[in-house]
């Protein structure tokens, strides 16, 4: 998938297309759907089938009160986006100036002069445009003006609720990874370098690939198992994300046990798919009742994942 950053990066003389427009955050069963549905336009079509997302997300730009921390980083947004047979991705930086870009402006200058959509694809709650003004009815009032079709993607249920970014942030922030994952369509994932930490798993007997995320996670604290993969290999994982209280550090920390896996992975890009969550965080009285325990969280998470790895 040829991924474009910018508008000015775009050709001007690009091929028409079949626009899937939105956030994209996560990339959940509801965002896949609207995917879909481009690339399956865009082949009847014969034309190519392209996202057009944003970064940041406009919430953060908006909104910066709230936080928001997203579910993917831009590079796993892109990935999963790429998995679900797109031929290109246009990301727009979120600025300020160009959330005051006027809804019908946004439509004949971006999706239709720039992309050339021959169609496009949102979401039902899909809003665009100052203030948010443009959504899916004001999208469909203009697609005739300017010679577009507009599809509207309407809500999708999973176990009664409408699947959403919202709905798998709640579900996330309590631990309930099993429940993300049946509204996202795909594991949650976490993704960055292996740094060198003080060593404290491997006192234990049980080393492990530290990372520092650069983001706030939206997970809960606690032990997890997990699916850890790498440039040329995978293997099952205890996780446990948080502060270490038991030393008393206070330092933000996602620490991996890789499972029958014992070579240095330091420097390497670890992915890490959160299956289930085993425990919450714990402060244990002293050192010797965590190496218990954590042998038990081994155990358990070797059920979880049928134990093994793959190198």
């Not at 939105?22 to 399956?40: M, N, P, S, Y």
């Not at 997890?224 to 293997?235: C, I, K, Q, T």
């Not at 798919?273 to 425990?279: C, G, V």
Request: charged share 20%; glycine share 10%.
């Amino acid at each position: 998938m040829e991924i474009v950053r910018g508008l000015e990066s775009y050709p001007p003389d690009g091929p028409p297309s079949v626009v899937a427009l939105g956030a994209f955050d996560g990339i959940h069963r509801a965002h896949q759907k609207i995917l879909a549905t481009a690339v399956e336009r865009a082949r009847t079509l014969g034309v190519i089938a392209l996202a057009c997302t944003f970064d940041p997300h406009p919430l953060v730009v908006l909104q910066p009160d709230r936080a928001l921390s997203p579910i993917t980083e831009l590079s796993e947004s892109l990935d999963l986006i790429a998995g679900q047979g797109l031929d290109a991705a246009v990301v727009i930086p979120f600025t300020l100036e160009f959330s005051r870009v006027e809804p019908e402006a946004f439509v004949s200058d971006v999706l239709c002069r720039r992309l050339k959509a021959r169609e496009v694809v949102v979401g039902f709650n899909h809003t665009f445009g100052r203030a948010a003004r443009g959504d899916a009815r004001l999208l469909a009032g203009l697609a005739p003006k300017y010679g577009f079709v507009g599809h509207v993607i309407p809500p999708l249920l999973v176990e009664g609720v409408v699947v959403s970014s919202s709905a798998i942030r709640e579900a996330l922030a309590a631990g309930d990874v099993g429940r993300a994952t049946r509204f996202l369509g795909h594991a949650y994932t976490v993704r960055g370098r292996v740094l060198r930490g003080k060593g404290r798993g491997r006192q234990l007997g049980f080393p492990t690939a530290n990372l520092k995320p650069e983001r706030k996670l939206i997970l809960a604290p606690g032990v997890y198992a997990a699916r850890a993969s790498w440039d040329g290999g995978s293997a099952g994982a205890v996780v446990n994300v948080g502060v270490r209280p038991t030393f008393g550090e206070g330092e933000y920390w996602v620490e991996a046990y890789l499972l029958e896996f014992s070579d240095d992975l330091y420097d390497t890009m670890l992915t890490l798919a959160f299956l289930e969550r085993i425990r919450p965080e714990q402060n244990f009285p002293d050192v010797e009742a965590l190496k218990t325990q954590v042998a038990r969280d081994v155990a358990t998470a070797s059920r979880v994942l049928g134990g093994g790895c793959s190198r």
